[in-house]
């Protein structure tokens, strides 16, 4: 039987600056040098500076707190995260990603649901929750790039258990568990050359090619897509809508004496407009619709700027159906595709 993922209690939007915040001090303590430098040791993560891996861990947390700090913070729904991992596969191999294709040069984007999850060597299922991106010093390429970092939920019970059995009571393992440990815990990374087609695998500490498929790279680049799927769906369209989450003036004003960038949250979540499609699918039909429900979305790579001469993936055509204040259903199928289906000819 496989341990179940620890337990995922996704904050509120209001509530997401401070897990940033505590996110982002967390970074420069100790104990997260601690459990970087030992996970560079073992050789864990997809990217390791070629150094000593406390130096190392140091360089990591230095390039990751500067990104968190100046990151615009995103929060996705449910309803629309179950979306977005429904979208995700029709994105396979069709990168070539660029700035403009992100909803913010620099971001930390945390989803109501896991967008991806993966069994640890000890069997227990750990859950993605949340994706930070934005520049680095760390790496360079000839077109620049984006390094992208995925968070899983911190496995408190695990670091309790462990306290335990150094010899802490229950009191003092769940105290140090907290105190030493952030909501969130920085599970694996990629770095992104702007306009790859692909995503590569650099070789490995003695020059033999690694293996994708046996290395972390594997299901961070599927994780990849999840992410792009997600800033898809943070552009204008019918399916979802963007509101903002403001900061109280307290939190706003201790957040920038902090460095923090301190705009609204943007919230992404059904759109509870009524759009021509909807309209049109509203006419007598025969049948009632009690529940609401997203109709056949996809994605085209629509040009615009000067000459349209640059493309980017619009949600297109996508449209909810049943009344507003219905209960939403999302089922498992849903159309993403990025060019139209080539006519059958028999």
């Known amino acids: 039987m496989t341990p179940g993922p620890a337990s995922w209690s996704p904050p509120q939007p209001r509530e997401l600056p401070a897990l940033r915040e505590h996110l982002t001090d967390y970074l420069t303590t100790w104990p997260a040098h601690l459990s970087v430098a030992d996970a560079l040791r073992r050789g864990r ?28 913070l995103f929060y996705v729904t449910s309803d629309i995260t179950r979306l977005v991992r ?12 660029q700035p403009h294709d992100l909803p913010a040069p620099t971001g930390f984007m945390l989803f109501a649901e896991p967008m991806a999850e993966y069994i640890r060597e000890d069997g227990k299922r750990i859950d993605i929750v949340a994706v930070s991106w934005g520049g ?3 790496i360079t390429s000839d077109t620049g790039g ?12 695990a670091l309790k258990r462990l306290a335990r059995s150094l010899g802490a009571s229950a009191t003092e393992a769940d ?13 694996n990374e990629l770095y992104m ?16 090619m690694i293996d994708p498929a046996r290395i972390a790279a594997a299901e961070t680049i599927g994780w990849l897509q999840t992410v792009h799927a997600g800033w898809i769906f943070c552009t204008p369209n019918t399916l979802t809508e963007t509101t903002e989450e403001h900061l109280p003036r307290t939190q706003r004003a201790r957040a920038e004496r902090a460095g923090h960038h301190a705009s609204p949250v943007r919230v992404i979540s059904v759109s509870r407009k009524a759009s021509p499609a909807t309209a049109r ?8 619709v009690g529940v609401r429900f997203p109709v056949a979305p996809f994605i085209r790579r629509q040009a615009y700027g000067p000459g349209r001469q640059l493309r980017k993936l619009t949600p297109v055509a996508g449209h909810w159906r049943g009344p507003a204040d219905a209960p939403v259903r999302i089922t498992k199928k849903v159309n993403l595709v990025d060019t139209p289906p080539t006519p059958r000819t028999d």
């Open 193 to 208: 050359p702007w306009g790859s087609t692909s995503v590569t695998v650099a070789p490995g500490p003695d020059g033999r």
């Open 175 to 187: 105290v140090t568990a907290h105190q030493q440990h952030a909501e969130l815990t920085w599970d």
């Open 45 to 72: 993560g997809t990217l390791r500076p070629i150094t000593r891996p406390e130096t190392g861990a140091s360089l990591l947390l230095g390039d990751e707190h500067q990104r968190l700090s100046g990151a615009q």
């Open 146 to 157: 984006l390094w992208v970092t995925f968070w899983s939920v911190t496995d408190f019970a």
């Open 136 to 138: 680095t010093e760390l």
């Open 86 to 97: 429904q979208a995700a596969p029709s994105l396979r191999d069709k990168w070539d990603i």
């Open 281 to 288: 699918s509203g006419e007598p039909s025969g049948r009632k």
